[in-house]
Each structure stands twice: as structure tokens, then as C-alpha cells.
């Protein structure tokens, strides 16, 4: 197979809107879990210390949180299907793209300073994605009535 027909399957794929997540950010991620025969939906709520492959169909966050005084890590792939939502609760100011040394802190030293942000416009990526479609048909609609006026020119 050849590297086109393989990034066409791994586009389709993905989500067709997900959440822009940074590192140093503080989410909140909603994932299926099969228990027998019925799923339930389970909230993990943690830091972002790391984002892998952003533009890819295997982008990857890994959140870290820290429950009864031990340190706890999930990695979500961000279009498996398996996780229904995820939310950004914080916006922190950071420097780097793996925050890994927050493992060794505890305390005040493993605070981020928290930075303002739009908490509606970062959550909710669907208006985004329908501007950017509603752009895009306005300029077919554009181009259209300028064919017909080079037709109209042409026949007079």
C-alpha cells in the first residue's frame, strides 16, 4: 500500500471535531468501559503532561493525577471511539511539551500558574468546524454566479 492510501484510511478515522488540549492543561476525559455485556462512562480528571502526534489519528495525551497520595497516569488516544469527551476544566502556562518532572514533585512545587482562556469556545469545537464549512460553501456560492456572468458575457 502506498503512504497516500494509508493516511486516507487514518483520516478517516478520525473525529471530525476534537478539542484543541495542550500541555499544562487540566481535563477532564470521559471514557467508555465495558463491564460484561454494558458499558458505563467513567471521568478521569488530571493534568496534561505530554501530547504525542497532535495532527495524527493516533494522537495521544497522557494525564496525570495524583489519588490518595499516589501518582496516577492514563494515555487516551484522542479519536479512539472509546472517549466520548474531552473537556479542558484549566489552562496552565507552560514552557515545554512533556511535563514529565512533575512526577517527582508534590506540593506547591508541582503547581502550573494558571492562565485565562475562553472555556466555552476551547470546549466546544462543532461551531468552529461549521464557520469553517459555512466559509467555505459561501465561496462555491461566489464562484457560481461568477461562471454564470462569464457564460452571460460570452453568449451576448
Known amino acids: 500500500m502506498s503512504f497516500i492510501s494509508l493516511k ?4 478517516a478515522q478520525k473525529k471530525p471535531a476534537v478539542v484543541d488540549v495542550r500541555s499544562g492543561d487540566t481535563v477532564r476525559v470521559t471514557q467508555k468501559i465495558k463491564e460484561g ?4 462512562s467513567q471521568v478521569f ?15 495521544r495525551i497522557t494525564v496525570r493525577k495524583v489519588t490518595s497520595g499516589v501518582g496516577v497516569e492514563k494515555s487516551f488516544l484522542i ?3 472509546l472517549v466520548e469527551k474531552i473537556e479542558v476544566v484549566r489552562r ?8 514529565t518532572y512533575l512526577r517527582e514533585r508534590s506540593g506547591k512545587s508541582a503547581r502550573l500558574t494558571n492562565k485565562p482562556f475562553d472555556r466555552n469556545a476551547v470546549n466546544n469545537p462543532e461551531p468552529a468546524v461549521k464557520e469553517v464549512e459555512k466559509v467555505a460553501s459561501e465561496k462555491t456560492a461566489e ?11 460570452t453568449e451576448a
Open 143 to 153: 464562484e457560481a454566479p461568477a461562471a454564470e456572468v462569464t457564460e452571460e458575457k
Open 45 to 59: 480528571e488530571g493534568v496534561v503532561i505530554r501530547t504525542d502526534r497532535k495532527g495524527s489519528h493516533t494522537s
Open 37 to 40: 455485556e454494558k458499558f458505563r
Open 8 to 11: 486516507k484510511i487514518g483520516d
Open 92 to 99: 496552565a502556562k507552560v514552557r515545554r511539551k512533556n511535563l
Open 79 to 81: 479519536h479512539n471511539p
